[in-house]
């Protein structure tokens, strides 16, 4: 796959920054009128039913017999692990310690699409991905009170591991399978699964159908979830996936931005070093070395 545009980069980034960074908030007000399970499953299956609807025109590109190995596989990293892992996790502990432990993921697809990828992995490039990592710990370092079990925090661990796993491994397949479909199938696959699951561990009759939650559901089936991934993909099979990864750092900070204006959460100075912190972190990741600068002015 060809490399975007300086332009189309950020465009996109940022819009996928966004529309995560908010998706907390909203999936938090969503979650009172829902059982977690089937408010992830729903969402992912809705997600993924559109999807293929919208692509199906493209049917002839889904080379089902050759790529249903790979339609499973992201299913299960990318959406059955992530989000299931995800949903039980919060149960154990805070979720500001939950979403630490979870955006460990840039600094474990930098490590993965080193060993796995062959992809640089320069001094600077580890400094900056764990800069962004303390980033992340100091803005979510509110979050830490409460009853921390040990088994949220190997939950937390795993989830951010499935979702390393998934980025990489969708990054060395990329030129085996379209994305669009890709996105389409591990969102239905995963979203039968989770539904499933929720069917047999929660109630039905649980769910509010009103309109913070019909928000939630609609919001996350298209932005939060469908569009968002192919957009993430989009971007990882087009350039660096561990620097793609690093600008996830930014998402809870949104978050947290979000929380503040709209469930007049706090706004702390653990926000503002945070993001700093984010900042410089995004920037070293994808500095460029001198010497290839070099090569580069050397080459025009």
């Not at 938090?28 to 089937?38: D, R, S, V, W």
């Not at 919060?90 to 992809?119: D, H, R, T």
């Not at 591991?161 to 479909?181: E, R």
């Not at 500095?287 to 002015?297: A, G, S």
Request: glycine share 8%; proline share 4%; aromatic share 14%.
């Amino acid at each position: 796959m060809r490399e975007l545009s300086r332009f189309k980069t950020i465009s996109l980034i940022t819009f996928l920054v966004l529309v995560w960074g908010v998706s907390w908030p909203i999936y938090k007000i969503a979650l009172e009128y829902t059982p977690p399970l089937l408010f992830a499953g729903m969402r992912t299956l809705f997600g993924g039913l559109l999807l293929v609807i919208l692509l199906l025109p493209k049917w002839k590109e889904i080379r089902w017999k050759e790529n249903w190995p790979i339609y499973l596989i992201s299913s299960i990293f990318n959406v059955i692990l992530f989000y299931g892992l995800q949903t039980v996790g919060l149960m154990y502990i805070p979720s500001g310690l939950f979403s630490v432990i979870v955006y460990l993921q840039p600094v474990l697809v930098g490590i993965f699409a080193w060993l796995w990828l062959k992809e640089p992995m320069s001094a600077l490039k580890v400094i900056g991905l764990f800069i962004g990592f303390i980033g992340v710990t100091v803005v979510s370092a509110s979050g830490f009170s409460g009853h921390i079990a040990v088994a949220g925090i190997i939950l937390a661990l795993l989830t951010g591991i499935s979702w390393a796993l998934g980025t990489v491994y969708v990054k060395k397949i990329s030129s085996q399978v379209d994305s669009m479909w890709l996105t389409a199938f591990q969102c239905v696959i995963g979203g039968i699964v989770l539904t499933g699951i929720g069917s047999g561990m929660e109630s039905w009759s649980d769910i509010v159908w009103n309109v913070p939650y019909l928000f939630g559901l609609i919001f996350g089936a298209i932005l939060g979830l469908s569009v968002s991934w192919i957009i993430y993909f989009t971007l990882v099979n087009s350039g660096d996936a561990s620097k793609v990864a690093s600008y996830t750092f930014l998402v809870p900070v949104i978050s947290v931005f979000t929380g503040t204006l709209f469930l007049r959460e706090p706004f702390t100075f653990n926000l503002v070093i945070g993001l700093l912190l984010i900042a410089l972190s995004i920037y070293l990741v994808n500095r460029k070395p001198k010497n290839h600068i070099e090569q580069q002015k050397k080459a025009a």
